[in-house]
């Protein structure tokens, strides 16, 4: 039952290594520098070395595997991102319509059920579709707004500013993506569901800009505003950081196309996972801070 995982030392996918090897499992991993997972897992893993724009290398790294998690790795700052996106996911879909590869289980995202009008999420909504037509099994993991995207606010909230182009006082789902790793893990290791399924990553509870702005004050112990910009602003600041407008579509595309968006999938006992934010915030973003 050979496991095969996609960006191992990403958020979500170094979990779900880890938890394998827990399991007494040994995963297949496809890595493009496998110096940068840590020694102890390197020995215990079988590295593909490669990268996973070049399909002819995830399908043959894939070949054979029972079961695959598929991250599409392709940066919102791409040139066209949703092309990248539906031409990286490629191999995958070839090797599973070919019936090398039995069973997928898809990092996806809140939104993708809109299937248009998502910005980048659209790719997602794509690569569920291109899945779904190849007769394997599939599981589509509808995740919420993950918690590290706050990593990459540091600057500003070093200045006790919190920017966002979200209605501050909407309530949305929120995770952590180490949340996201164990339930993949068990998805995984679960060799009984079969067919199309989808299920959604919600995190504790929905938060409101508002209320994430709070908690980043009383765990970062100092002051953090709120910032609501419109989506103008927003192209504006991409467009002058040198992306394309297929870029700056996609971005802005994700949070104008969520906004108001209630999930398809409600909350519920099997979408809820247990990392608030503050603990979240408290045991990573505070030494982020630091340093
Ligand atoms: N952020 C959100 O709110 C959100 C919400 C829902 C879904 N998602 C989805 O979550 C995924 C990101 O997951 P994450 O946060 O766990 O990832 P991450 O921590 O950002 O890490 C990215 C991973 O992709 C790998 N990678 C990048 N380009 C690659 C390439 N060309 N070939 C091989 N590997 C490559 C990186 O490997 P290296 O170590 O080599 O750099 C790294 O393992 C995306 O598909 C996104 O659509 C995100």
Request: glycine share 6%; charged share 25%.
């Amino acid at each position: 039952m050979t496991i095969a995982v996609t960006t191992p030392t990403g958020h979500v996918g170094s979990r779900v290594v880890r938890l394998l090897l827990q399991a007494g499992v040994r995963p297949r991993v496809l890595v493009r520098d496998p110096a940068r997972l840590d020694a102890a897992t390197r020995e215990r893993v079988d590295v593909r070395r490669g990268d996973l724009t070049d399909a002819a290398f995830v399908r043959e790294a894939t070949a054979g595997a029972r079961t695959v998690f598929w991250v599409d790795p392709t940066p919102p700052s791409a040139e066209d991102p949703i092309e990248t996106s539906e031409r990286t996911a490629s191999g995958i879909v070839e090797a599973a319509r070919a019936g090398d590869v039995a069973r997928v289980v898809l990092l996806s995202s809140v939104g993708a059920e809109k299937r248009h009008g998502a910005g980048h999420i659209d790719a997602l909504a794509r690569i569920e579709e291109q899945l779904d037509a190849t007769g394997a099994d599939t599981l589509h993991l509808r995740c919420a707004y993950f918690f590290t995207n706050l990593l990459m606010d540091l600057d500003d909230l070093a200045r006790g500013v919190l920017t966002t182009a979200f209605t501050p006082d909407m309530p949305m789902p929120w995770v952590d993506p180490r949340d996201i790793g164990d339930v993949v893990a068990a998805r995984l290791l679960n060799d009984a569901w079969k067919g199309r399924t989808v299920q959604a990553v919600h995190g504790p509870e929905d938060l409101t800009f508002e209320q994430v702005a709070r908690t980043l004050t009383e765990v970062l112990a100092r002051p953090i505003q709120l910032k609501p910009v419109g989506d103008d602003d927003v192209r504006a600041a991409l467009r002058s950081a040198g992306l394309s407008p297929s870029a700056v579509d996609g971005i802005v595309g994700m949070t104008a196309g969520t906004r108001d968006l209630i999930p398809e999938q409600p909350r519920d006992l099997v979408t809820t996972t247990p990392t608030t934010l503050a603990a979240w915030a408290y045991v990573h973003l505070r030494p982020a801070m630091a340093a």
